[in-house]
């Protein structure tokens, strides 16, 4: 659809779509820093936020923390705000106004409690009030006054609050005389009139440090969001996170039947399928699809479930499936129509499901209560209890709640039981591509994948009877494979040959890609380091990284494969393959230099990762979210522990719309989300997000323990560290006493199966499964095979020639004298004669063949007597160095050589001899003579004649 409105985009035709925004963003950062050069308001502002930030004690690294906020440029928050709203985040001296005025609010707000302060202190002093005289000593009045009078701006407690009561608690017991005396002498007056200041500003005050925290970075943005459409334009790229957006502003006015012309075809009936990630922006172009449709008397199906939306930091909203439909539907034209029937699972996991998502939505609305939520989570999982078809009995379901302690962490605990629970499930009839291992992220997918290769490792006699093997999007990562590590050290060091880090990288990764036991042993000292790599490397290694150097990036790295012949071991096949894909893939879309390629590497290519095919008999490690829609037979949650909150470590950015002056001079703030937001004006967003976020985590919840057909194993911590973790959620759940009905009158309490002295839930038993024997055999590669690129077809486009009516002959004689013009481009001194030839012949424009004759005959050409004076390694010299004239046209001598004073001037030419020369040889030294240059030679050098004509 986005190529149809290629040209409303201003895209033109052959542009690529950007997955990946991440390396562009970096670029448009680092453009945006560079610029500021030249644009000395851009340069203060950094230099001011910079300073903001060293007051504030945060990272003076400017880039990650632009790069953190320029994110939110890919949200929808951001993307819906208005012309208005944008345009006043581009004006810097508006924001410089605003920040002022909301600026004004703290320091005013710190000056007069620091007043207050000294006020109390002189009067305390004076008196010599010690703390004993006061109400719970140090902890009220003085710590109160303490506080204020340092300028740290600590609210007044309970302690300090009683004075204000009816009558006032000032001590223990009766105030001492001198604490009488001060009272009546303006303590009482100076303390009540900073608390009642205190409590009727503190919220404009907290709002204000709210919006000074991000208001810089936010006026960097527009900034930032420029470069960034300044760099897509320039490569004719579009970036897929902006596709909905622009869709969104060229549909919006238009008529079905104009998208309809557009794209070039017409569609009756819509299916959206997973509809509760769909985001407000996408919902609102298919909109007007959808809308047509029906008005032509078509039927349209949206399928989705609000317990399962777990993508809301994809822009995600489940309002539109749980608010905006449910309130559309009438019955008569728009029906809503629950699937309650369960056909994935045995009853034993439907009816704990069932039980579990009946009593933890209860149990969250009455934890929530006091925070005025937006829905209730009880009706959100109104349609939670799935009906059993009776088609499969049994199942087992096993939770275990294990104890965190100083000897041993829940999490080593859980590892070390891994291993026995599979075994325990193959023992059944179980395959390993039976079972599924969740995890919430990542690094907890690492744990658990370290733990299974560790398992074949240390009982190397269980192998025969049980597979442990096993694949995680971790485990295929590009960056994770030895192989790939020492192709991208080698092109590092071949960039840089100094670079020693990657040369002892080179050595210890070549070992291990090649499976050779020793390579944690090898010595890495710098100073032996490319003479001992010489043991390990095929011969001639240093001249091989030479010769790549002036390689095509995709030539290159077929050529280290080769040369190194990684191919050869059947362990490096589906990484190199992988590989080679994304390098041509990259060469394809840009500048595919080696150092571009290393930034992308850093930025983006290290998060590739291998697609191996399902039918593999492994043990899948996946994330909750990319378990999704799948299924597994036997599906194992190792660590159910996560936050229901967001991690202190990962508060997001909320756009918030302030509706109290100053606040709402700006139209849109962001703010981080902090539970101090509770105490601004921003306190309804915080409870918005909270809620958001909590749903976000029991949909994580519902979503893992919903994979399992047969079996469910779950492990949990004992003792969490708060309420407010599925941990939490989980064991309250189960020791809780309500009763669920399971539909056919049969009665059933979690809390009967669980033991507490063993803090296990069990329920049911692990089924026989009978596995289905298959004849299909798998064809398996266990070599790379490299292409010889320098011996294969080759295209060579010489267009000047293509129409020339002239003989074979002369077209030889003119290309045969454009390639030598290039070789002696490329050639300083007799050293680059190599690099120069091989240059042509990667370019097509000379055979292998022919380039051993080209290089004979230059070093015999060079080594004349007073030509060699041209090509000694002193010589400060420019080949095809153009001389801009008045007119705006330029004159290039093929090679002009500066030393000791001295300028000499040489032609090379390579027909017969022509007048006409000297007089061009000539109009070069008037040139050099005009811009300054005295001493000036200048020849004709007929290089077939070995003739030189001095000018």
């Keep these: 659809m986005l190529r149809a409105f290629a040209r409303e985009v201003g895209l033109h035709s052959g542009f690529s779509i950007e997955l990946d925004h991440t390396t562009i963003l970096s670029a448009a950062v680092d453009e945006m820093i560079a610029s500021a050069t030249a644009d ?46 944008q345009s006043k985040l581009e004006d810097k001296i508006f924001l410089l106004e605003y920040i002022k005025k909301i600026r004004l609010i703290s320091h005013s707000f710190e000056k007069e409690l620091i007043a207050f302060g000294g006020r109390a202190s002189e009067i305390i002093s004076e008196f010599e009030l010690t703390d004993d005289l006061f109400y719970r ?130 569609y009756e009936n819509f299916m ?17 699809l959808i809308e047509n449709s029906m008005a032509e008397g078509y039927d349209n199906l949206v399928v989705g479930d609000v317990k399962q939306s777990i993508y809301r930091w994809r822009n995600s909203d489940w309002r539109i499936l749980g608010k905006v439909l449910a309130s559309m539907a009438d019955n008569d034209r728009i029906f809503s129509k629950p699937l309650t029937t369960n056909w994935r699972s045995r009853s034993n ?46 199942g087992f379901v096993r939770l275990e709640f294990v104890a965190n302690n100083k000897e041993q962490k829940w999490q080593e605990i859980v590892l070390d039981r891994l291993p026995g629970i599979i075994e325990s499930v193959q023992d059944k009839g179980y395959k390993a591509s039976d079972i599924g291992i969740i995890v919430r992220d990542g690094k907890e997918g690492g744990l658990v994948l370290n733990t299974l290769i560790n398992q074949n490792n240390i009982y190397p006699e269980k192998i025969g009877k049980y597979n442990f093997n096993a694949v995680s999007n971790d485990s295929l990562l590009l960056s994770n494979s030895p192989v790939i590590i020492f192709i ?27 499976g050779v036991g020793e390579a944690e042993n090898i010595s890495l000292q710098s100073d032996k380091l490319i003479e001992g790599s010489r043991a390990y490397f095929p011969h001639g290694y240093n001249d091989f990284l030479d010769l790549i150097r002036q390689m095509p990036l995709f030539e290159a790295t077929e050529s280290i494969i080769k040369f190194f012949r990684l191919g050869d071991y059947s362990w490096n096949v589906p990484f190199l393959n992988t590989f080679q894909d994304y390098i041509i893939s990259f060469a394809g879309s840009k500048n595919a230099d080696i150092q571009t390629f290393l930034d992308w590497w850093e930025e983006s290519g290290k998060k590739k990762s291998v697609v191996l095919p399902g039918n593999q008999d492994a043990i899948r490690i996946l994330t909750i979210h990319k378990s999704k829609g799948l299924e597994f037979k036997v599906v194992i949650l190792p660590f159910l522990s996560w936050n229901l909150d967001h991690m202190a470590t990962k508060q997001p950015v909320l756009w918030v719309k302030p509706d109290s002056p100053p606040f709402n001079d700006l139209g849109i703030v962001p703010v981080k989300y ?29 979503v893992a323990l919903t994979r399992a057909k047969d079996v469910l194993y779950g492990f949990s911590v004992d003792n969490p560290r708060s309420e407010n973790t599925i941990a939490g959620v989980l064991k309250s759940a189960i020791n809780s006493t309500p009763e669920f009905d399971d539909g056919n009158g049969n009665e059933f309490h979690l809390n009967s199966h669980y033991s507490d002295e063993n803090k296990v839930f069990e329920y049911g038993e692990i089924p026989e499964n009978k596995s289905e ?24 486009l010489h267009g000047e020639n293509y129409f020339s009516s002239e003989s074979q002959t002369i077209r030889k004689k003119i290309n045969y004298g454009k390639v030598m013009h290039e070789v002696f481009e490329g050639i300083n001194t007799p050293s680059d004669i190599p690099n120069a030839v091989r240059k042509i012949v990667l370019e097509g424009k000379l055979s292998e063949v022919e380039s051993d004759d080209i290089k004979r ?65 000539n109009q070069y030294r008037d040139l050099l003579l005009d811009m300054g240059y005295k001493d000036i030679e200048a020849y004709i050098w007929y290089i077939d004649k070995n003739k030189i004509v001095s000018a």
């Design 137 to 266: 000593k140090g902890q009220g009045i003085p710590s109160f006054v303490k506080s204020m009078f340092s300028g740290n701006m600590k609210g007044p407690n309970s302690y300090v609050r009683e004075i204000m009561n009816d009558p006032p608690r000032w001590s223990t017991g009766n105030p001492a005389p001198q604490l009488k005396t001060a009272i009546g002498s303006g303590l009482y007056e100076t303390l009540r009139d900073a608390i009642k200041f205190y409590d009727k500003n503190i919220i404009a005050y907290n709002s204000a440090l709210s919006v000074l925290s991000n208001i810089y970075a936010l006026g960097i943005l527009s900034d930032v969001l420029h470069n960034v459409h300044l760099i897509t334009t320039s490569e004719n790229s579009f970036l897929l996170s902006d596709s909905s957006e622009v869709l969104n502003l060229i549909t919006r006015e238009d008529q079905s039947p104009f998208i309809y012309e557009k794209v070039g075809n017409r």
């Design 773 to 796: 024997t298959t004849d299909k055999k798998d064809l398996i590669s266990s070599s790379y095979f490299v292409s010889q690129t320098m011996e294969s077809l080759k295209l060579k």
């Design 674 to 702: 902090s539970k101090d937001l509770t105490n601004t004006i921003f306190a309804d967003c915080y409870r918005e997000e909270k809620y958001s976020v909590f749903l976000d985590n029991i949909n994580l919840l519902y």
């Design 272 to 288: 959206i399928d997973e509809f509760q990630d769909t985001s407000m922006i996408q919902w609102n172009n298919f909109k007007p």
């Design 40 to 85: 000395n308001q851009l340069k203060n502002w950094l230099i001011t936020y910079a300073k903001s930030n060293i007051e504030e004690e945060k990272s003076w690294n400017l880039k990650d923390a632009i790069i953190s906020l320029a994110e939110e440029l890919f949200k929808e928050k951001f993307k819906i705000l208005s012309f208005e709203e």
């Design 857 to 921: 005959r230059v070093n015999e050409m060079i080594k004349i007597p007073q030509v060699a004076d041209w090509f000694m390694h002193d010589n400060i010299v420019l080949t095809e160095a153009g001389i801009l004239l008045q007119s705006g046209a330029t004159r290039r001598p093929d090679r002009v050589i500066f030393k000791m004073g001295k300028t000499t001037i040489i032609d090379f030419k390579f027909g017969e001899e022509n007048s006409h020369y000297s007089e061009q040889v």
């Design 488 to 514: 991208v050290s080698v092109i590092t060091v071949v960039n840089d040959p100094q670079d020693y880090i990657s040369r002892a990288i080179m050595l210890r990764f070549f070992l291990m890609a090649t």
């Design 349 to 394: 996991i439907i009816k704990f499901n069932n039980s579990l998502f009946t009593i933890i939505p209860d149990q969250l609305d009455q934890a929530l209560s006091g925070d005025q939520l937006t829905e209730s989570f009880k009706r959100i999982y109104s349609e939670a209890i799935q009906e059993d078809p009776c088609k499969k009995a049994g």
